[in-house]
Structure formats: structure tokens, C-alpha cells
């Protein structure tokens, strides 16, 4: 189509301490960002891939130049997402992400509202952010609990998935006695694991445990589900839209990341989905930039919890623009993703 372009760069991302979860710690994080552009109007999106779901630095970039040329009218949101599907199926979620994104924040721009007011979406408070306790030594993960309590956070995310989970869990609560405290596993206990530390997370009082099992053990989960105190919330084995409908019988609810499911529209198609199948939602993120939350933000309103801090653990944000208290992220009121680069 004449006088469409569709550009991209790539950048390493940093964050201000290594973070660690149990299948790896990392400090540097290649993001590639995309600018669609039409008659002076730009649009922008962010890929985050996670080699969990099959994603590097070298898969976006490869693919990108196919997948690009899906991204030709911005308002025809189901032509580019079958035009997407048709070129890769099931695969490279966070680069169809970042032309959703992109396609999304043009018609925004054109009409210059925030992508909430153009979805029709709640303007409603969004939910406080958990802050993460990444993986690490025990005296530094009570370093960072005291710090995020000194700052201001009401609720910490600890990752878990090591032989000292116990007293990480008991350490964190007696550092920070009046956060709210939540756990993600990240997939790395076995059943019998996890039945011992179900009891340990309710005398924590935490507030849910995030993929305990492994993303295939659906039926573990369930077991688990049975008799749990403690709400089972899926993260890991949820890859697709049409995956919340098995794991309706399995979780209590389900972790939403636009990067892992393709995009804004296919988040919000997966949240009213399982709102249909009675589950609560979280809004989730990767280690992403201010333009990736940003996006998710827009649609947290309708979740009951937030995981939104992937921008305030980068040492580098190269967007500017989301007004944080904490936890507590304003609703953004610009134009389209409401931030600008930095």
C-alpha cells in the first residue's frame, strides 16, 4: 500500500540487577520495537521473546520481515490477525505482538484518544502492581523485599523453584510483615514438592501460587487445585486463546502476557474467555519497556491483579512517560500507548 512503512530496530535491554527465576538468571534482555507509519501517523509495538515459548533475538529478526507484511490497513484488526495466523500459526507470539501493537496505536493516534478509550475499555483504577523478588542468595532476597517495603510496594511477587523455598517464604514474610505476598514457581516443583509447600504458603498468607507444575500437568494441577487453600493461578501453560478452556478445570485463573499470546486483542480475547469460564485474571508482562507495559496497562482495569513492574527493574528504559507511586500506575490518558522515547 502506498505510503506505508514498517521499521524496526532491536535493542539490549539491561536490568539493575540480575534477575533470576528458576529455569535461568538474566541481566540482559534484546527487545526489538516497531514503528508502523501511514500518512504521518505512527503506530508502535514492542516484541519481548522468551525462549520458553520458542523466541530469541534471531527468531524475531527473522521472521519479522514476513510477518511485516501482514501489517498493511491498521484498522482491519482481523485481516491482520489472519494474515498473521496464516503466515505463522502458532508461532513467534511476541513479533505478532509487536504489529498488533503497532497496528492498535495508529487508530488510537488517528484519533487521538489512549487505546483503552478507542477499545472501550474500563476506565477504572488499575489494580496495584506486584514488585518481584527475583531468585538469588537468601540474605539479598531479603535485601530486596526490605527495599520494595521501603519504597512504598504493598505487593511482592517471589520467585521460587530452589531447595531453600521454605525459608525464603518464612524470611520474606517476617522482612516485609504487611505486603501483600505472592509466589511464582515457575514450573519447578513436583507434585509431592508442592504439596508440602501449599501448607507452608497458607501459614505465609500468601495470596496465590503461580505455576507450580510443569505447563504440560494439567492433571497435577487439578489434583492440586482439589485441596488447596491457596488459589492456583496459570502462567507457563498457557501459550494460546484456546488454551483457557482446559485450564478452566485445572486453575484458578490465569497469568496474561500479551507477548506470549500475540498482541492486546488476542490478551483481551483470552481475558473475557476465561472470564466465561469463572477464573480471575492477572495481567502480566516479561522483562519489557515502558511501551510494552503501557499496552498491558490498558488492559489491566478488567483483571483483578497486575504484574506489571518488568519496566521499573530495567536500568535502562529507553521509554519515558507512565506515572508510577510504587506499585500504583496511573491509568494512562495520552494519546495511543501514552509514552514517548526517551
Known amino acids: 500500500m502506498v505510503g506505508v512503512s514498517v521499521t524496526w530496530e ?33 503506530g508502535r509495538g514492542e516484541a519481548a521473546p522468551n525462549a520458553f515459548y520458542g523466541e530469541t533475538r534471531g527468531t524475531v529478526e527473522a521472521v519479522l520481515p514476513l510477518l511485516a507484511q501482514a501489517l498493511t490497513d491498521p484498522w482491519d484488526w482481523d485481516g491482520l490477525h489472519a494474515a498473521l495466523h496464516a503466515r505463522m500459526p502458532h508461532d513467534h507470539p511476541s513479533v505478532k505482538c509487536a504489529l498488533e501493537m503497532a497496528a492498535v496505536e495508529w487508530c488510537a493516534n488517528a484519533a487521538g484518544v489512549p487505546v483503552w478509550r478507542l477499545l472501550g475499555l474500563s476506565p477504572s483504577p488499575l489494580p496495584e502492581s506486584s514488585y518481584t523478588v527475583s531468585i538469588a542468595s537468601l540474605p ?22 530452589t531447595d531453600q523455598d521454605e525459608a525464603i517464604v518464612e524470611a520474606l514474610r517476617e522482612e516485609a510483615p504487611r505486603v501483600a505476598l505472592r509466589v511464582d514457581a515457575n514450573a519447578a516443583w513436583t507434585r509431592t514438592r508442592a504439596k508440602r509447600m501449599l501448607d507452608v504458603l497458607d501459614a505465609a498468607r500468601v495470596e496465590f501460587v503461580e505455576q507450580p507444575l510443569a505447563a504440560a ?21 498457557l501459550h494460546h486463546v484456546q488454551d483457557v478452556v482446559a485450564l478452566a478445570g485445572a486453575f484458578d485463573g490465569v497469568n496474561l502476557k500479551l507477548a506470549k499470546l500475540g498482541g492486546p486483542l488476542r490478551a483481551l480475547e483470552a481475558l473475557r474467555l476465561a472470564r466465561a469460564h469463572g477464573m480471575s485474571v492477572m495481567m502480566g508482562c516479561m522483562i519489557e519497556s515502558s511501551l510494552g507495559i503501557s499496552a498491558a496497562a490498558h488492559l489491566a482495569g478488567l483483571c483483578d491483579w497486575a504484574d506489571l513492574d518488568g519496566a521499573l527493574l530495567l536500568a535502562d528504559d529507553p521509554f519515558q512517560g507512565l506515572n508510577w507511586q510504587a506499585g500504583h500506575l496511573e491509568r494512562p490518558t495520552g494519546t495511543g500507548w501514552s509514552v514517548s522515547r526517551g
Open 10 to 42: 532491536t535493542l539490549d535491554l539491561h536490568t539493575a540487577q540480575p534477575f533470576g527465576i528458576a529455569r535461568w538468571t538474566h541481566s540482559l534482555y534484546p527487545r526489538t520495537f516497531v514503528t508502523f507509519e501511514q500518512g504521518g501517523v505512527i
Open 140 to 161: 539479598d532476597m531479603r535485601r530486596q523485599a526490605r527495599e520494595a517495603a521501603e519504597r512504598g510496594h504493598g505487593v511482592l511477587k517471589v520467585k521460587l523453584g
Open 217 to 237: 500437568d494439567l492433571e497435577g494441577h487439578a489434583a492440586l487445585r482439589a485441596f488447596a487453600r491457596v488459589p492456583i493461578v496459570a502462567d507457563e501453560s
